[in-house]
């Protein structure tokens, strides 16, 4: 079966720099959740599109944005990088049916790397 | 801040049935029971859930109390390829602000030979 699909798988930026995340959903599914996993930390929330509107918002700094586009992939980016933006970056991806969510299933991350 | 609390870390014997306990003591009617587990850095892998019955699936079943206040992941044959931090996570099954997925701290499992 089709999986959540992320791009680039790793990367490795200035401080300063930019970077920008791309997640390709699992096909049909309508809703994508960006996650950061810092080194030895658990996933967390950052942002969330349904139908190509923001759904919902968690600790995303306001370095960072994100949109969800017609094809339903999602990119997010970042700016003026900092150290601390060092993580993984994981992209989940649901389908709304009738009034409920479904199962989010994740990709495979995107590891980045601030020098 | 996450709703449920499991142990930090277990072990079992490869073979043998992995039981994964986890407290959500304040889950709410609508809210369910999900369970992920993440491989070393790898992206968190679905694996059950479930409102108030057990559920079962090819990768594991989950037993859920009558008061619906904790649950057991159970694992029936643990391999080596189940080492893996388990996470147990109490979700309102709609989207919007309850949709996201609040990670606690996980429960680290390694099987052992």
């Known amino acids: 079966a089709a999986g959540v699909i992320q791009s680039p798988r790793h990367l490795i930026k200035e401080k300063r720099e930019t970077a920008t995340l791309k997640c390709y959903p699992i096909?049909?599914?309508?809703?994508v959740y960006w996650y950061q996993q810092g080194p030895g930390q658990d996933p967390q929330f950052l942002i969330s599109f349904y139908e190509k509107m923001q759904s919902d918002k968690g600790s995303i700094p306001d370095r960072f944005s994100a949109q969800q586009f017609s094809d339903y992939h999602s990119e997010l980016n970042m700016s003026s990088l900092e150290l601390g933006d060092s993580a993984l970056y994981f992209c989940?991806?649901?389908?709304?049916?009738?009034?409920?969510?479904?199962?989010?299933?994740f990709g495979p991350g995107t590891r980045l790397l601030v020098l | 801040d996450a709703k449920t609390t499991q142990p930090t870390s277990m072990d079992c014997a490869e073979g043998r049935a992995a039981n994964l306990p986890c407290n959500h003591s304040?889950?709410?009617?609508?809210?369910?029971v999900y369970w992920y587990r993440q491989i070393h850095s790898q992206g968190p892998q679905y694996i059950i859930h479930?409102?108030?019955n057990n559920e079962t699936n090819e990768m594991a079943s989950l037993i859920i109390t009558e008061d619906r206040k904790s649950s057991t992941l159970i694992l029936p044959h643990a391999t080596l390829r189940d080492t893996a931090v388990y996470y147990c996570i109490v979700r309102a099954d709609y989207g919007g602000s309850q949709g996201n997925l609040i990670f606690g701290k996980g429960t680290k499992l390694s099987v052992k030979p």
């Open positions: 096909p049909r599914h309508d809703t």
């Open positions: 989940a991806s649901s389908r709304e049916k009738g009034q409920s969510q479904e199962t989010q299933y």
């Open positions: 304040t889950i709410s009617g609508n809210e369910y």
């Open positions: 479930g409102l108030k």
